[in-house]
Every structure is written in C-alpha cells, then in structure tokens.
C-alpha cells in the first residue's frame, strides 16, 4: 500500500505551482484542506491563490478568518494587503502592509507592494520611505533577523542580536526602534517611550517612531502627549491616515467628540470604501448626541461590509435604535456563513438578540445572546477563582489599623468624585446627576488610576504594592492623578467625576493617595444587573461577563469586597441603589448631594436636559426622564437564568 505524502512536501509542492499555475494550485490546496482545513500554511496559499487568480474579493474570504486566528502571521498580512489594494480599499491594504512589515521588516514583497500602492494613490513622499526602508533591509541583515525574532516572540534572541548591532551602532535609530518594539512587547511603555524619544533626537524626520511613540503614550495613557506627538507627524506628512485615526481616537478618549468626528468624517469622505472609518465616525456621532448622523454612519459602513458585526452592535448599542424585519434577514445571513470570523459573530449574535428582545420574543433573544456569550467566552477566558482569591487578599490586607497608621497620607485635595461599581448599574445616570450640578464637571470613564495600578504592579502583585507604598508615595500618586486627569477636564468647576467602574477594586489606593475624594458606590438588584451585562457585548474588559455563573460569583465577590471597606471604612463610601433611584428620585439626590457637601440645586433633577457628551452605554437613555421599564426585565429571561441564581445564591442550590 502507498505511503501517503507528508503535508508539508504537498504544501512545498502547491508553493512551487503557485507561481506558474496558480488554478492547479489552488486544486491542490482545495484537496489538501479538505483533510486539514485549518493548517494555516495551507489557508495561506490558498488566500493567495485567489490573490494571483485575480479573485481579491475570495482571497478577503479566506484571510480575514486566519487573521483572526493568527494575528501575527506577517505573509497573511501581507496577502491580504495585496487583496484589498486590488479591491480599491487603499487605507485598509496600507493597514495590512505596514503589519506585515512591522511584524517581519525583511519582507521586501511587502515594502515593494506598499511603495506602489502609495504611488499609484498619489502619496510620493510615502512611497519614497517605503523604498527606502526596502532598501535599508537589504543592509542591515542582523537588524531584520531581530525583528523576525521579534515577529515570531523569540525575545531572548532579538535582544542578543539587537545588543551585539548597538555595541558598534550605539546611535542606529532603526535599531533603537526595534529595542522599543521588544520594550511595548514586554508591556514596558516607558521604556519603550524613553528610547523612540532617543530615537527622534537623532533622526527627527523618522515618521514611524514617532507614530509608534504616539502609541506608546496612549497606552501610558498620556493622551495630551500622545496627541502633540501625533500632530507633529500630521504636520509632515498630512495625509497619513493612520496618524489622523490616531489623534481621532485621542481626541474621542479626552472628550472632544466633534472634533474625533470631523476628522472621521474628512477620512470617510477621502476614503469612503474603509468600512471601519464610518464605525468610528458612527461611534463619535453617537457619543456627540448626534444620533441620526451616527446611524447614517454606520448603514454606510454595512453597505461597504454587511459583516462587520461591530457596525451591526454600535447601531443595537445606540438602547433606542430598532431593527426591521430586513435587518434581522441580514444579521440572520451573516451568522450562517461558516466563514464569519468569530470577531464579527459575536456581535452579530449580541445585536440579533437585542432585536428579538426589542420584538417580545425572549426565547429567540437569549438564544442568540447565549450564542454571542459562548463566541465571546472562546476568545476570552476568565479565571474567577483568582478574582475571588484577589479579593479574600484584599480584606486579610486592609485592616482598620491599616488605615489609621496612615491617617494623613496623600493629596489634601477633594477635587475627584469616584464613581465606582460594576458597568450597567446606573452610574451613567449617578454621573449625569452630579454633573449637571455647577459645582461638578462630568468627565467619563478614566482610564487613569487603573493605569497608576498597573504601574504599581510592575513585579510584584497588586495589593501588596499598595501596601508598600510609603507617604510621600502616596502623596505623589494623588498629585500625578490630579495632574494626568486635568487633560480630560474643559472646566473650572472645583469637582469632577471619574465614572470608571471599576475603580471599586482601588478603594484602598484611593483612601490613601485622596482621602479626602467621595467615593460613591452604585448598586442593582443583582438578577437585574446580570442579565444586564450577559446582553451587552464589551469591546474590551468585562472577561467576567460572557457567562451566567461567573457573573454571579463576580457580583459576589464584589458585594463582599466593598462590604469589606463599608466595616473598615465607615461612612467613607455612599451607596446608591439603582432601585431606590426610581422609587424616591428627589430624596436620594439630596442624599447624595448632601454626601458629596454640594448644595442642592434644581437642575440635578431634571439631569435629562444637560446636553454634555456621554461615553457609555447608556449614553441615550440619561438624555431621557427615569422610567421603571428596565427594573423588571430581566424576568422575561428567568427561565434560563438559573446559572445566575445559583451562583448569587449558593446556599439555595
């Protein structure tokens, strides 16, 4: 009997006819996916073979899926670059390019492909840098196998071959750039900043580190930084996309939405085929109040991709915005394609349940909620017996003696008002109240103390760095909040709101770098609140939310933490509850008002009338007055909640 041939040989002989018979090869592939249909090699090559047939729209079909299960796979960026420049999509193929030589600079095919492209949509000078760093690679061979080891997560290897290039080459800027990749790789921002800055002294025309270090200091979240940086790079070279995206999405993080929505708007207009510009420009619209031109939007973005799931999400995440029967049919035929890739079904499954809620139709809505849930648990897992270790950690840690040997420590400052709890509870509505008072500037969700916790966490973990802290740190820490949270501040109103909720997991670090800080903690009914965020899909975070038990046991750990801090902490922490809200709405404004030592003022009753932009999503229903609608909802899903119940409420079990 015939020994069957190894793959790889069939896979090294279907690359060698790719070249002269792309059909025959693309027969070859078809057979050899049949038995293994999800070699990504083979997946590869048979992209490609559709590139080199002409058919781009089909090589789309086969690369966008191993994308999504390989992010990091250069020639499959580079495949599809060429794709999607053969289907007119210039910014997307310049997108895909720049990735593949990102993440493998010696793939010269790549920087050849990217400076055509750039000539033949008339940007020279663009082209120009993209030939020249072709030919920068064809000299600096030590350079390139640093950044494949980079590419490939060979850490050890690109800083073996990195040090040996600057022993002689002390100032290379190439190679400087390449030291900062490994940095942002091991998650260290600051360095990675420190050493691009290094880099641009000594060649301040060098375009991508300066973007790269615009990145850098958004992920530091120095948006005002970041921002400057990126304004210099659009200074010399006005018509790079990436870089007007970027101060885009800068200027959508600091507040400014109409502005993030002229500049989306201007790129749309330029380059209207990139469906993903019109998600962005929706996005901002909608934040703007702007919520006709927000659907206008993201329609136009699903007639140029009908499964782009975020675009078919943001318009079910506008609360008030209602599908037709010809939406669902639409929805309905994306998530039959086997080929949708999990990034774009996921929310497709979110919004078609959110469509059949809408109609009354429970049983059709949770299931595909449920559907989107299992998509979303894939891609992220979830650990909740660390979470409940985490949380046990904290009360052995954070005693009352604790706190009263560091009566004093911190900013003396009570500018901040936190806004803590778990997303969906109604701390958008707690937020809208304060900030219409004339004393509080509504900010949004700051990413601000979470990142000076990540920064505290740096080789050791987090609770026992906060207890590490000494005074003049802690006074520091304050300092350095109130510093970094002025860049989303447009006011002189004496307070400001910071609605991350999930700042309840920094109380402690709070108590001792602002002690002087409200902290207001806001609370649902926790059946209510589950089903709540079991039906939102969260572009990021939430990890806890993509399944009913973990859900309860997160609301659980929660609940237990911060009765922790009400025991050690007494009085330091108002609770609203969301339900009382409604039941007695002036009474527990008072309450909160009087806790926050702000004179009541009238306007707080009537929140719906301020017209400020709202970063959440709730951001259309606190334009609206209360109604008790939503307290009871979850009930329409209790026969499939049970998960839920259980883990709120293990001793019934």
Known sequence: MPQETPIETRLAQAARLLQVDPAQAQAQLRDILAVHPKHPFARLLFGASHNRLGDELDALAVLEPLLDAQPRFAEAHYEAGVALGKAGRYDEAVDALQTATGLKPELAQ????????????????????????????????????????????????????????????????????????????????????????????????????????????????????????????????????????????????????????????????????????????????????????????????????????????????????????????????????????DKHRAPIEFSLGKAYEDRGDHAASFRHYAQGNAVRRRQLPYDAAAETANVQRAKQLYTPEFFAARSGWGSAARDPIFIVGLPRSGSTLVEQILASHSQVEGTAELPTMNAIAQRLTKGKPYHDAVIALDADECRRIGEYYLGRTRDYRSTDAPLFTDKMPHNFAHVALIRLALPNARIIDVRRDPMAWGFSVFKQWFAGGATYSYDLADIGRYYRDYVELMAHFDAVLPGRVHRVRYEALVDDFETEVRKLLDYCALPFEPQCLRFFENARPVRTASSEQVRQPLYRDALEQWRHYAPWLGPLAEALNPDLK
């Open 110 to 341: 790549a920087w050849r492909v990217l400076a055509a492209l750039h000539a033949q949509h008339g940007n020279p000078r663009a082209a120009t840098l993209a030939t020249s760093q072709l030919q920068y690679c064809a000299r600096e061979p030590r350079l390139l196998r640093a950044a494949e080891a980079i590419a490939e997560q060979q850490f050890p290897q690109a800083e073996a071959l990195l040090r040996e290039h600057l022993r002689n080459n002390a100032n290379d800027p190439q190679a400087m750039r390449l030291v900062a990749r490994l940095a942002s790789e091991a998650g260290a921002h600051e360095d990675a900043a420190r050493m691009l800055q290094n880099c641009l002294r000594q060649l301040p025309d060098f375009l991508t580190a300066r973007f790269e270090l615009a990145l850098a200091l958004q992920q530091l979240k120095m948006p005002r930084e970041a921002l400057a940086e990126t304004e210099t790079l659009l200074r010399e070279d006005p018509d790079n996309s990436a870089a007007c995206y970027l101060k885009a999405e800068l200027l959508h993080g600091l507040g400014d939405h109409d502005g993030a929505a002229d500049l989306l708007s201007a790129l749309a207009q330029r380059h209207g085929e990139r469906s993903r510009v019109w998600v962005s420009l929706g996005n901002a619209l909608k934040y703007a109040g702007r919520q006709a031109e927000a659907v206008q939007a993201l329609r136009t973005a699903l007639e140029k991709l009908p499964g782009l799931g975020e675009a078919w999400w943001e318009l079910a995440n506008l609360k008030t915005y209602r599908f037709d029967d010809a939406d669902i049919a639409a929805m309905q035929a994306q998530v039959e394609r086997p080929a949708l890739a």
